[in-house]
C-alpha cells in the first residue's frame, strides 16, 4: 500500500501517514504485466469501467531490469493511433467526449476512437469547486440525467431554495441585493468531485475509453508544426533523474485532433499558447484563488438548499474576492473564500483570510459544533471575456477552464465548460469525417465560430467590465457601485471594454511598502493549521520523484525573492509547498525548500511567483490529492 508524505513546516523529512486504496485486479486480467501496446488493441465496451483501471494499473507495473542505464530515457515510446485525444477529465473533457461518441454512434462509426486522460488517479480525485450548477448544458447533453426513469440518474443533488448576499465587516453584516446574473432559481447545488465521476460513468457506457492514472506531460508536433498528440511521463524517475528498477518509459496517444481540458492553467496549454501565440488578440489572464472546506453540521442548523455569498471582510479594500456558503446533501455545508491574485500585498496569506473568515459571526454560528471533513484549493481563471485566447490551433483546441470561459459575477462555470466541450465536439466530428481518407491534423475553424454564435460568448460580453472594475483606486467599494450599475442599467451594451494590464504576479509590491499582518492561531475547532487540513485532501506523492515544481535554481531563486518579498512563497501557496528555513551557513540566513509531496495541485506558485521562475508540471500520474465531496 502507497502511503504519502506531508512535509512539515519544520522539515521536509517528516510524514503524515494517509492510506490509499489499492484497485483491485479483476480475473480477466492478465496477472503478467502487458506491453503497453496492447492498448491499442482495447475497446471499452468489452470490459467494465473497474477492470479498465485495473488494466491501466497492471500495465504500469511492467518494470525495468536493474541494469537499464541513462539510456532509458531515450528509448522510444510505444504508441496508440486514436482519433480525438482528449486530456481532463473535468466536465469539458467529459462533455467533450461523451458528445464525440454521441455523434460517432449516430452515423454508424462505432469504431471512432476516443480516448480520455486524466492525471488523477481516479476521474474526479483533482475536481474542486464551490459548486452551483446551473444545469442548461446538462440538460442538452444528457436529457435524462435527472429523470426518474433513468436508472442511472444523478441524484445528488440538492435544489438552491434561497439566496443571501452580505457584505461584511470584522463583526457584523449588511444585507446586499443580489445581483441578477447570481439567482439561483432552477440551479442544483452539487459536489463537481461526485458529479464528474458520474459524468465518466456515462461516457464509458457510450464507449469513450478513459485512462486515469496517465499525466499527460508533453505535447508531441508533426514536421510541419501541428499539434499531433501527447506523451504521458516516464515513471520510476529518482529524485535525480535517474531511472529507477520500477523504470517504466512514457506512451505517445497520436490523435489528428487532440483537446485541451486541463482546467485553470494548464501545463501543456501554456505550452501551446506560447507556441502558436494564442494571446495575441487577448488581454492577459487573471486569476483567483479558491479555497474550500465541507462540513457536516449540527441538523438543526442546516438548511437545504441556502446559498450564501460574501464580500468585504476579511479582505481588505484593494483584494478582489468573497466567500460562500452552500447547504447540500444531508447536512452538509460547502463553505470557501476565493481571492483574487491581483492582492498587492505579499504578507497576504490566502489560507489565513480564509480561516478569519470562518470566525466571522454569519459562518462561524453554523460551522461550531460540526466537523469539517474535507479541504480543497484551486485556482480559477476570472479574466472573462477580454483574457479569452483563440481557442482553435493546428491539430486540437482548448475548451472549458483552460480556455477561461468562467462567468465570474454569476460565479458558475462548469455550464460554459461544458458546453465549450460540445460545441468543440460538434466541430471536429465532421472535420474528421470530411478529411477521413487523408493524413494529418485538422484546424477547427468552425470552433471559433459556434464559441462565438453561443451563449458563452454572449453571456460572458455582458458582464466583461464587473471584474476589471474593481481596479480602479476606489477598490471594492468603487467595484460594487460599477457592477451595480452594470447588472441593472448597463446590462453589457456599453460600448467600452476594460482591459486587464498586467499579470498576477506584476500586481505584488515589496514587502517592506506594505504592512504585515499577523495571524491569530487556529483553535482547532472551526480553524486549522495548514497541515492539517493538507491531511484533508489526502494528498500523495512519491518522494523520491523529479520535484515536479520546477525551479532551476534554489538558492538563486531565494537571491532573487526573499528580499524583496520576505517569503511570499510561505504564504500565497494553501498546502505548505514552500518554506524559508533557517540556514546560517546562507548569505540570506534563510534556505529555499520545495515540499513537493505536499502539492495539491492548485497552480497559485506558477501564477503568483513575482519573478515568474516556478514552472508547474505534472508528477507521476495517479498522485496529487484524493478529494472528497468537493
Known sequence: MSLPRIASTATRHRALHIPRVAAATPRSIPSTPPSR????????????????????NTVRRRFATVDDSLEALHQDRESDEVDVCIVGGGPAGLSAAIRLKQLANEAGNEDFRVLLLEKAGDLGDHIVSGNVIEPSALDELLPDWNSEDNP????????????KMRFLTKSSSVWLPPPPQMNNHGNYIISLNQFCKWLGERAEEIGVEIFPGFAASEVLYTKEGAVKGVATNDLGISR???????????????????????????????????????RRDSDPQTYGLGLKEVWEIDPEKWQKGLVV????????????????????????VSIGLVVGLDYPNPWMAPYGEFQKMKQHPLYRKYLEGGKCISYGARALNE?????????????????????????????????????????AAEAAFPALAETKDSEGAVFLYDYEDKLRNSSIWKELKQVRNMRPSFHTPLGIYGGIAYSG???????????????????????????DDCKKIEYPKPDGEV?????????????????????????????????MEYPKYKGIE?????????????????????????????CIHCKTCDIKVPDQDINWQTPQGGEGPKYVLT
Not at 314 to 332: A, C, E, K, R
Request: proline share 5%.
Open 37 to 56: 501496446s496492447l492498448l491499442r488493441h482495447y475497446r471499452p465496451a468489452s470490459i467494465t469501467a473497474g477492470q479498465r483501471r485495473a488494466f491501466s
Open 152 to 163: 442511472n440518474r444523478y441524484g445528488d443533488i440538492t435544489p438552491a431554495t434561497q439566496d
Open 240 to 278: 535525480e533523474g535517474k531511472p529507477k528498477e520500477s523504470f517504466e518509459r512514457g506512451m505517445e496517444f497520436h490523435a489528428r485532433c487532440t483537446l485541451l481540458a486541463e482546467g485553470c492553467h494548464g501545463s501543456l496549454t501554456k505550452g501551446v499558447i506560447k507556441k502558436y501565440d494564442l
Open 309 to 332: 455569498h460574501s464580500m468585504g471582510y476579511p479582505l481588505p479594500s484593494d483584494t478582489y474576492g468573497g466567500g460562500w456558503m452552500y447547504h447540500f446533501g444531508d447536512n452538509l
Open 383 to 423: 479574466g472573462g471575456y477580454q483574457s479569452i485566447p483563440k481557442c482553435a490551433f493546428p491539430g486540437g483546441a482548448l475548451i472549458g477552464d483552460t480556455a477561461g470561459f468562467l462567468n465570474l459575477p454569476k460565479i458558475k462555470g462548469t455550464h460554459t465548460a461544458m458546453r465549450s466541450g460540445m460545441l
Open 485 to 511: 450599475l452594470e447588472a441593472y442599467v448597463l446590462r453589457g451594451h456599453e460600448p467600452w471594454t476594460f482591459k486587464h494590464h498586467k499579470g498576477d504576479h506584476a500586481a505584488t509590491k515589496l514587502a
Open 527 to 559: 480553524t486549522f493549521d495548514i497541515l492539517t487540513s493538507v491531511s484533508r485532501t489526502g494528498t500523495n506523492h512519491e518522494e523520491d520523484q523529479p520535484v515536479h515544481l520546477q525551479v532551476a535554481d534554489w538558492d538563486k531563486h531565494a537571491e
Open 570 to 598: 510561505n504564504r500565497f501557496c494553501p498546502a505548505g509547498v514552500y518554506e524559508y528555513v533557517e540556514d546560517e551557513s546562507k548569505e540570506l540566513g534563510v534556505r529555499f525548500q520545495i515540499n513537493h509531496q505536499n
